[in-house]
């Protein structure tokens, strides 16, 4: 059961526009499911809140009871992250961008600045199995994927179709890494705020 609800997308991204958040939703989605799969079991839920703003831009939080609801917030996202990620049902954020640079530019973002940068948490020498370290390295690999194809901006149905299929590849890589990595230690990796 989760300790925190959700508030949902639409009004979520209000709270983000509130305390000008310079990290939109699909990302913080994403770096949160990085870091619920993340080897390095000390990395909090408050670390990877503050990295969503460049050092030293994070929001003043006046009262008790702002500070408060503001990590509530954020945990009820956390909290629903964590849901899906012990359901194994983790997906890339649905987006809306009808043109393929758009599209890809924000898939990179996800899984490069969102998935991978969460899984690390700041850390760049985390002990893990070899084979997990290879998927997180082939999903930097998918993320550069995007990245040149956003560069090329070819809009053929061929190249949806290679974005498309390497959508479902990134899901699959970070099931893999739930089944095998996070699934046998999830109630080691419960974290709250502290």
């Not at 909290?79 to 359901?87: A, G, M, Y």
């Not at 194809?149 to 974005?163: L, N, P, Q, R």
Request: charged share 25%.
């Amino acid at each position: 059961m989760q300790a925190n609800k959700y508030i949902g997308d639409e009004s979520f991204i209000k709270m983000l526009e509130h305390y000008s958040c310079p990290t939109p939703l699909n990302v913080i989605k994403m770096r949160f499911a990085g870091a619920i799969c993340s080897p390095n079991l000390n990395l909090r839920p408050t670390d990877v809140i503050s990295s969503f703003w460049e050092n030293g831009r994070a929001p003043r939080l006046e009262t008790k009871s702002e500070a408060d609801l503001f990590f509530k917030f954020f945990m009820g996202l956390w909290d629903d992250i964590f849901e899906s990620i012990k359901l194994a049902k983790v997906k890339l954020p649905n987006l809306k961008e009808k043109d393929i640079v758009s599209y890809c530019q924000n898939r990179f973002e996800e899984v490069e600045h969102g998935y991978v940068e969460g899984f690390f948490g700041g850390e760049e020498n985390l002990k893990m199995p070899g084979y997990i370290a290879q998927i997180v390295d082939s999903l930097s690999e998918m993320a550069l994927l995007y990245q040149k194809i956003a560069a090329k901006g070819e809009t053929s149905t061929a190249t949806w179709d290679a974005v498309k299929h390497t959508d479902k590849v990134v899901e699959r890589s970070i099931a893999f890494i739930i089944e095998n990595s996070v699934i046998p230690r999830i109630e080691d990796i419960k974290r709250t705020v502290n």
